[in-house]
């Protein structure tokens, strides 16, 4: 069953009118009349692929009495103009939960908050794995070209001149290739920061890149 039917299937069975609410009278109405827009011609997409809910309205004063009414209820929404009908439609899943609770739709709410919840959360855990990944890969890369940086010193027999604190986090780095900027400074026998580590190890390419360049000519 499409979760547009099952909402449909909830609304309908909800009473026209409760005579028990505190809701106001004007209130009630305008909730009707959205939930009545919405079983006649609205619909909402699997919000497992896609937050999207739309009602078809054929005329123009009536569109933007509901969108008038819908902002009301603080629920943002916007339409667009097809040859034969306008679109009235919401795509945030924020939103879209608040409009299934204006029309009275419960069941659908909680079973829409759900699967938003459990969507947002697989979102947010991608999201970190990627900038962990992208991280990951940048500190790896760095850490290549600092390995052949100092390998290209020891083979033209250039690393011994270096000054101690640039052999000893050198030496570091090729003892530990996977180790970030931050690891190495503990490791060091006088600890520095990871701002210091970089300096050390930009220093260290300089000076490789003036040999590279005698090299040249």
């Not at 969507?119 to 855990?125: D, G, H, L, Q, V």
């Not at 920061?193 to 930009?202: A, E, I, M, P």
């Amino acid at each position: 069953m499409s979760f547009t039917k099952e909402v449909k299937e909830e609304l309908i069975n909800l009473k026209v009118w409760d005579n028990n609410s505190t809701l106001k009278q004007e209130e009630q109405i305008k909730r009707i009349c959205i939930r009545e827009a919405f079983i006649k011609s609205g619909s909402i997409s699997n919000p497992n692929k896609e937050y999207h809910l739309e009602i078809i309205e054929k005329n123009k004063k009536k569109t933007e009495e509901l969108i008038k009414i819908l902002k009301e209820f603080s629920i943002s929404s916007k339409y667009i103009k097809r040859p034969k009908f306008y679109v009235i439609y919401i795509k945030e899943g924020e939103e879209i939960s608040k409009f299934l609770a204006l029309i009275g739709a419960s069941n659908a709410v909680l079973k829409f908050e759900d699967i938003r919840v459990l969507r947002e959360t697989k979102n947010a855990i991608n999201r970190k794995v990627n900038c962990e990944t992208a991280n990951l890969n940048k500190t790896i890369n760095a850490s290549i070209e600092q390995i052949e940086n100092i390998k290209f010193l020891k083979s033209i027999r250039k690393f011994e001149k270096l000054p101690l604190h640039l052999k000893e986090i050198a030496t570091l780095r090729l003892e530990y290739p996977e180790a970030s900027l931050a690891e190495l400074g503990e490791m060091l026998k006088e600890p520095i920061g990871k701002s210091g580590v970089n300096h050390r190890l930009k220093k260290i390419e300089e000076i490789a890149n003036e040999y590279k360049g005698e090299k040249k000519t």
